[in-house]
């Protein structure tokens, strides 16, 4: 029997029923840093849609009319933003583990123990 396909929205929304399971849903860190994992997977939505009606290549065309064949710049961002999202993850994973473990200490005395 084939997975049902979700959308972001939907695993986005199991993502944090899982955090509130481990206590994490509201802190701090975990709620920034999702929200930046999230704007990152939006702008890979967009980079991908842009890839795949341009293409892999774009032309630029110099004042003489001579073209030039480029990698589509968007590819570059894309792998930009998908290494970042996956060190974003890497973040959001280590603060699950850290503070589930650790559910004394609140976001605030962790940002002023940080501060110090």
């Known amino acids: 029997m084939a997975k049902e396909k979700k959308s972001l929205q939907e ?3 199991e993502v ?3 955090a509130e399971q481990k206590g994490v849903s509201t802190n701090f860190f975990f709620i920034t840093t999702f929200k930046r994992y999230q ?3 939006k702008i890979m939505q967009e980079l991908e849609k ?3 009606e341009i ?3 774009v032309k630029k065309e110099y004042v003489k009319g001579r073209t030039n ?3 589509n710049p ?3 961002e894309y792998n ?3 290494t970042a999202a996956n060190g974003t993850v890497s973040t959001l994973i280590n603060i699950v583990k850290s503070f589930a473990a650790d559910d004394t200490e609140s976001a605030s005395d962790l940002m002023a123990e940080f501060l110090k």
Request: net charge neutral; hydrophobic share 45%; charged share 15%.
């Open 11 to 13: 695993q986005a929304e």
């Open 16 to 18: 944090l029923a899982k």
């Open 39 to 41: 704007v990152q997977m």
């Open 50 to 52: 842009e890839i795949n």
């Open 55 to 57: 293409g892999a290549t």
């Open 69 to 71: 064949v480029y990698t």
């Open 74 to 76: 968007a590819i570059t």
């Open 80 to 82: 930009k933003t998908a």
